[in-house]
C-alpha cells in the first residue's frame, strides 16, 4: 500500500496501469502528472527504487508480497534432459531460476468485476409463446 500525502494510494495505482502495456518511463510520466508537487526525478527515483530492492530480494531467495496487489516469488526449474527441435539430439538443461508472481485478492477482483447488469424487473415475466398451436 502507498502513502502519499497521508492518503491510501493503492486504488490509484490501479487506475494508473489500466489499458494497454506501460514502461517504466510512462508510469514515472503518470505519477509526475497526477502528483504536480512531486518533481519527476524524484518519482523516477522512488519507483526505481522500489522495482531495484524487488529485484534485489528476489535474488536473494525472499518472497516480496505487497498486500491487494500481488506477491513475487522465485520459482526453481530442475535440470532436466531436453531436444533440440532442430536435430532431435538429446541436450542437458541447467536448473533455472524464474520470476514468479501472484495477483493479489484486490487485484483480481478489480481485473475480474462484471459490468453492471441492468436492474431486475419488479415481477417475473411469462415466456412469449412463439409456437402456434
Known amino acids: 500500500m502507498f502513502i502519499l500525502e497521508g492518503k491510501r494510494c493503492a486504488g490509484r495505482l490501479w487506475g494508473l496501469l489500466r489499458g494497454a502495456g506501460m514502461i517504466k518511463s510512462q508510469l514515472v510520466a503518470r505519477l509526475v502528472q ?3 508537487h512531486l ?6 527515483r522512488i519507483v526505481s527504487t522500489i522495482l531495484d530492492e524487488i529485484t534485489k530480494a528476489l535474488a536473494a531467495g525472499h518472497r516480496v508480497e505487497l498486500r491487494g496487489f500481488g506477491a513475487f ?3 526453481s526449474r530442475p535440470a532436466r534432459q531436453g531436444r533440440n527441435p532442430r536435430t532431435g539430439a538429446a541436450v542437458s538443461v541447467e536448473e533455472k531460476k524464474a520470476p514468479f508472481f501472484r495477483t493479489g485478492k484486490e ?8 459490468p453492471a447488469s441492468p436492474p431486475a424487473a419488479s415481477a417475473p415475466r411469462e415466456p412469449a409463446d412463439t409456437h402456434a398451436h
Not at 39 to 44: A, G, N, P, S, T
Not at 109 to 114: D, K, M, P, T, Y
Request: charged content about 40%.
Open 39 to 44: 518533481y519527476h526525478r524524484d518519482v523516477e
Open 34 to 36: 497526477r502528483y504536480p
Open 73 to 75: 516469488s522465485v520459482k
Open 107 to 114: 487485484l483480481r477482483e478489480r481485473l475480474n468485476l462484471a
